[in-house]
């Protein structure tokens, strides 16, 4: 499932992320990265432990933890701290996979990378190119959102960033371990969880077709988590 998560950082938020960052001390993408990787990649990216990333970081996670619909979607155990890369002109990401498996850097932990997600921090209309493009089952996915927005795709599809030809793109990127491993799984149980909220809305407050059907969710759950 690839799904939009609107305003996860609100303008003022965006605002503030970025003069931090701005000010980061960003080295060369490529110093970071495996063997294909560094084949495909030409960005900057800001060291994982330097004060801007780990600052940023956790605004980002605190405003995560507090969105249901990112919540609902990813059902996660391990968010990956958040890193930042920017394209400038001529930068790109040719097609790749994300990596599996990484290290958490703050318990030492490997975790799987069940999804991935973008957070776009530059608004569309001041670079042109970068647009982040997820192929999947059903084709290419072309990816250019609001300063603010974040994207959410499995960890598993093929995808890219187009060159930017002009400006610049700056976001920030990480991973999430979620509870439940499979996407088909996760994304029943986000379709479920959406529909008992627009019926819930619609009816009395004990209504037992909705007690029902939360059970139900819950129960799918408890038989898919992992934890
Ligand atoms: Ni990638």
């Known amino acids: 499932m690839m799904l939009q998560i609107p305003k996860v950082l609100t303008k003022a938020q965006v605002a503030e992320c970025r003069a931090i960052l701005d000010a980061g ?10 063997f294909q990787a560094a084949r495909a990649k030409t960005n900057e990216q800001l060291p994982q432990d330097c004060d801007a990333a780990l600052r940023v970081g956790e605004a980002i996670l605190q405003a995560l ?5 990112f919540v609902s979607a990813a059902l996660p155990q391990v968010i990956l701290p ?5 394209y ?19 318990s030492g932990r490997r975790l799987r990378t069940d999804l991935s997600a973008t ?23 072309v990816v250019k959102l609001s300063a603010g927005d974040m994207i959410l795709y499995p960890s598993s599809s093929l995808h890219h960033v187009t060159p930017v030809t002009r400006g610049r793109r700056t976001a920030s990127f990480f991973w999430i ?8 799984k996760r994304t029943m149980l986000l379709e479920m969880d959406v529909a008992i909220q627009r019926l819930a809305r619609k009816v009395e407050a004990d209504d ?7 059970g139900v969710y819950h129960n799918l759950l408890r038989q898919w988590a992992e934890v």
Request: glycine share 12%; no cysteine; net charge negative.
């Open 25 to 34: 001390p960003w080295v060369d993408g490529n110093l970071t990265s495996g």
């Open 65 to 69: 933890e507090a969105n249901p619909l």
């Open 82 to 86: 958040p890193m930042f890369n920017r």
């Open 88 to 106: 400038g002109e001529g930068m790109g990401f040719k097609d790749h996979v994300d990596n599996a498996i990484r290290r958490d850097p703050v």
């Open 119 to 141: 957070l776009f921090l530059e608004e569309p209309e001041n670079y042109d190119g970068g647009e982040l493009v997820v192929n999947d089952l059903y084709g290419d996915h």
């Open 177 to 184: 371990q979620s509870l439940v491993r499979d996407d088909a």
């Open 208 to 214: 037992e077709g909705v007690l029902s059907l939360t």
